[in-house]
């Protein structure tokens, strides 16, 4: 599966890219993942150490600085950057770059980078970030009536979430 990314990936838009095989973005991609300033411990697809190394991925999470592609590819997460106007193209060449390789292999292959995840412990940190974001929900429905810390969140949308909370 090929990710072709352009524009600002923000949390949920990294659980959809991430999963993919290849990303590759245009040079205006971003990315970000506010969730800790909304009092939460990180998107439900939690692969930010993997995806970014732990010193990166903890940076990115307790700050909710923005990434740019070239530093995303720098770090391993992004396969190429591209102009806006070839992003397409160029995720179509390498489809067919590895639509020629054999099926089975390409499986295997998978398999096996995927394994090596998995032994370093992925499936395990999944499961506990997906606890430990319930749980965060949780915490903050109990105080405040709602799934986030309103306390961190811009005055208009804190004011948005309660009238919405107030219209249900």
Do not use: Y
Not at 47 to 56: D, I, S, V
Not at 71 to 96: C, H, P, T, Y
Not at 139 to 148: F, N, S, V
Not at 150 to 157: H, Q, S
């Amino acid at each position: 599966m090929i990710a072709a990314v352009r524009g600002k990936v923000v949390a949920g838009g990294l659980m959809l890219i991430w999963p993919c095989d290849i990303i590759i973005a245009s040079e205006d991609a971003q990315f970000c993942d506010p969730v800790v300033s909304f009092g939460i411990g990180g998107v439900e697809f939690f692969a930010h150490p993997w995806e970014l190394g732990a010193r990166k991925a903890k940076e990115l999470l307790f700050t909710s600085d923005w990434l740019s592609a070239v530093e995303a590819k720098q770090l391993g997460m992004v396969n190429q950057i591209v102009s806006r106007d070839k992003l397409e193209d160029a995720a179509i060449e390498m489809a067919m770059k590895i639509t020629n390789k054999s099926l089975f292999a390409l499986k295997l292959t998978k398999e096996a980078v995927n394994a090596a995840e998995d032994a370093q412990g992925r499936v395990q940190a999944m499961q506990t970030s997906f606890a430990l974001h319930q749980l965060a929900h949780t915490h903050w429905l109990t105080l405040h009536g709602m799934l986030l810390d309103p306390t961190n969140l811009p005055a208009e949308a804190a004011r948005a979430l309660r009238t919405s909370r107030e219209n249900d």
